[in-house]
T-cell receptor, first 111, second 113 residues
Framework: KAGVTQTPRYLIKTRGQQVTLSCSPI?????VSWYQQTPGQGLQFLFE???????NKGNFPGRFSGRQFSNSRSEMNVSTLELGDSALYLC??????????FGPGTRLTVL | QQQVKQSPQSLIVQKGGISIINCAYE??????FPWYQQFPGKGPALLIA?????SEKKEGRFTISFNKSAKQFSLHIMDSQPGDSATYFC????????????FGKGTKLSVKP
């Protein structure tokens, strides 16, 4: 069974730009969550989607948004990038009530 | 407000020894407690998880001990190996919100040969 895939794996952007990251969950997993990982703040929850609906949202500004498609694939978007948005963005998928399985992440660098 | 506190920040253990990492939580609504292992350049990998209705769960060399009254749980790695050298994260979530994991800050484990 293929794992969670995230594209792209690496991304370099400049301040003010916007970025879209993609996540394909494990087949059959309908829940997808996104996390931001930085050395200073650690792993922080961004949002969770289930059946195309956002179920939970973390404490991040409105510049961070996401969506989920009918095939459970998910995207997250960050607009008006700031230097502090440089991080590893992780996607995780799970079955209902199951443990979250993480993808390899997308390393975003904002210059 | 840090809802899940993890200690120690770093740990050095000799090969064959026992590695112990501790976590404490504040929110009594948490009912799912997983541990993740992360190697550099990789995403976190689910190791083992426990719910509050049991006090201990063992999978291979990994054991979670859970103390509901103290609001603490810990990971024990028996017979630690150099290949176990990684960063370990504890986490917690609430029923109906399992997709929203609150993570500890992580413990960097080094197992010396």
């Amino acid at each position: 069974k293929a794992g969670v895939t995230q594209t792209p794996r690496y991304l370099i952007k400049t301040r003010g730009q916007q970025v879209t990251l993609s996540c394909s969950p494990i087949s059959g997993h309908r829940s997808v969550s996104w996390y931001q990982q930085t050395p200073g703040q650690g792993l922080q929850f961004l949002f969770e989607y289930f059946s195309e609906t956002q179920r939970n949202k973390g404490n991040f500004p409105g510049r961070f948004s996401g969506r989920q498609f009918s095939n459970s694939r998910s995207e997250m978007n960050v607009s008006t990038l700031e230097l502090g948005d440089s991080a590893l963005y992780l996607c995780a998928s799970s079955l209902v009530g199951g443990g979250q399985i993480f993808g390899p992440g997308t390393r975003l660098t904002v210059l | 407000q840090q809802q899940v506190k993890q200690s120690p920040q770093s740990l050095i253990v000799q090969k064959g020894g026992i590695s112990i990492i501790n976590c404490a939580y504040e929110n009594t609504a948490f009912d799912y407690f997983p541990w993740y292992q992360q190697f550099p350049g990789k995403g976190p990998a689910l190791l083992i998880a426990i719910r509050p209705d049991v006090s201990e769960k063992k999978e291979g060399r990994f054991t979670i001990s859970f103390n509901k009254s103290a609001k603490q749980f810990s990971l024990h790695i028996m017979d630690s190996q150099p290949g176990d050298s990684a960063t370990y994260f504890c986490a917690a979530s609430m029923s109906g919100s399992q997709g929203n994991l609150i993570f500890g800050k992580g413990t960097k484990l080094s197992v010396k040969p």
